[in-house]
């Protein structure tokens, strides 16, 4: 009798044990999270004579020192890590994208010591005349590096940031990010609106090349615009659309713009009206449920009330009209949560 009950005890504790792999709970989801932030002005401290960034320094008009750097570097750990803490995430990006970074240095100085994760960098020098960049970086543990490239955009007068294209895979699926800080709306919108569609046209001339080796390719384009959804770069330059349907309906002539339907606040704000002008914009293969997919909801502007200046109304800068707050950044970051289909 006790050999017999013994024998039932282990068919119950096997066939319990298949069903909770077939029926009950399955095996965590895969994912690839994405992080873009302009992270307003993450400067060294000292004068570099081929850029424009005396005011970063402790003599310069902004007093920019090194109390004033280590508390900026803390403010971006914390907000990773506030990342990390969130229930819908439970681990720091697999790939962030900061704008505003002025070196190399600067970047791995600041994402280097965080606890729990060890990035890996790329980082291309643009010729912006302030000398900011890119900064890319990625989680060896997670994501494999398949190459990189910036490209310059043809402009008259001064130069701008680079649009860096990187190739990744994770769990063997293969994608690519198209990264974008396009010329600012200083002085005059209209008059710098033509150097966001020139920026516009070498982007999508990327993502062409990449969709035209591989129709199919799971291609994420994002950045900080310094346009909105409706403008002519955004819309007509980079062919967006808020309708998903009619992305996976024509081919690869158009992209997916993640702003769709998000009913929560902008990433920027300014003149008392929040913009969408930090975007994140997916090829019709991040939607057809193969390799990496962007499923509804996987996009998020994420914030928490640190975030937010005494008001609670708008970011808390840096900076504010020159004058220092010892805020975050002026811009919100962005979060996109991939799923890897098996």
Not at 228 to 250: Q, Y
Not at 290 to 313: H, I, M, N, Q, V
């Amino acid at each position: 009798m006790q050999k017999l009950l013994c024998c039932v005890f282990l068919v119950f504790i096997a066939t319990l044990s298949q069903s909770h792999t077939v029926s009950g709970k399955p095996n965590p989801e895969k994912s690839v999270l994405f992080l873009w932030w302009n992270v307003e002005n993450l400067f060294d401290c000292h004068n570099d004579p081929a850029t424009e960034d005396d005011d970063f320094t402790p003599e310069g008009k902004l007093q920019w020192t090194e109390k004033r750097l280590l508390l900026k570097k803390m403010r971006i750990r914390h907000l990773l890590s506030a990342v990390e803490a969130h229930p819908d995430y439970r681990k720091y990006p697999d790939i962030l994208a900061f704008a505003e970074v002025e070196t190399r240095s600067i970047f791995n100085d600041t994402i280097e010591s965080i606890d729990g994760v060890s990035y890996k960098t790329i980082y291309h020098e643009s010729s912006d005349p302030r000398g900011i960049d890119i900064g890319l970086a990625y989680n060896p543990k997670t994501i494999h590096p398949t190459g990189s490239k910036a490209y310059s955009v043809p402009l008259d007068g001064k130069p701008t940031r680079k649009i860096i294209v990187a190739g990744f895979s994770a769990s063997g699926h293969p994608f690519h990010l198209i990264l974008n800080h396009w010329p600012s709306r200083s002085f005059d919108t209209g008059w710098t609106e033509q150097k966001r569609l020139a920026a516009a046209k070498v982007a999508r001339h990327i993502l062409d090349s990449l969709l035209v080796s591989n129709p199919k390719a799971d291609c994420i384009v994002m950045g900080d615009f310094n346009d909105e959804p409706s403008d002519r770069s955004i819309k007509h330059g980079l062919r967006s659309t808020f309708d998903a349907a009619r992305v996976k309906a024509n081919g690869n002539s158009l992209m997916y713009n993640c702003w769709s339907n998000y009913e929560g606040i902008g990433s920027y704000f300014y003149n008392n009206h929040w913009q969408q002008i930090d975007q994140i914009l997916l090829s019709p293969g991040m939607l057809d449920n193969k390799g990496l997919t962007a499923p509804e909801g996987s996009f998020r502007c994420f914030s928490f009330f640190r975030l937010f200046d005494y008001s609670g109304k708008k970011p808390w800068a840096t900076y504010e009209k020159r004058k220092y707050k010892g805020g975050y950044s002026d811009h919100l970051p962005l979060l996109l949560k991939a799923r890897i289909e098996p």
